[in-house]
């Protein structure tokens, strides 16, 4: 599991559905047909046995590991905060952020604010609005 520094409950789930669980089960309502629930199982059964699970239930177990990882390590929310306001700090002076993966990958990502103009033109006598 990654930890990133804008890390959520909801990020946690959404991994773990992706590297430790798959879909088994999709129980459909007969009228409408749309999913009513679905049941996930651990990818690998013969560590973690036999267990369903529906989404809520994933994801109440996110929460808890993402609770715990902060209650944990209380610098967590430290440093998270500090990568999150030199973000800022270097999106206002419209800098990129710089950072070398340990592979040695340098990778740089740039926010850009953008500005949304109204444009009226005339085709065929009729006005169009774009956006």
């Known amino acids: 599991m990654t930890i990133s520094y804008n890390i959520s409950a909801f990020g946690i789930c959404e991994q773990l559905i992706g590297d430790r669980f798959r879909k088994v089960i999709d129980i459909k309502d007969s009228n409408s047909g749309k999913s009513n629930k679905v049941l996930y199982q651990a990818i690998d059964t013969s560590s973690y046995g036999d267990v369903l699970l529906s989404y809520k239930e994933i994801f109440k177990l996110s929460?808890?590991?993402?609770?715990?990882?902060?209650?944990?390590?209380?610098k967590l929310n430290e440093l998270r905060d500090y990568f999150n306001s030199m973000s800022d700090i270097l999106s206002k002076l419209n800098l990129p952020i710089i950072w070398a993966t340990p592979s040695g990958l340098s990778i740089k990502q740039k926010y850009v604010e953008f500005t949304t103009y109204d444009i009226v033109n005339n085709i065929l006598s009729r006005k169009n609005q774009l956006h």
């Open 63 to 74: 929460e808890i590991i993402y609770n715990t990882l902060f209650e944990t390590y209380p």
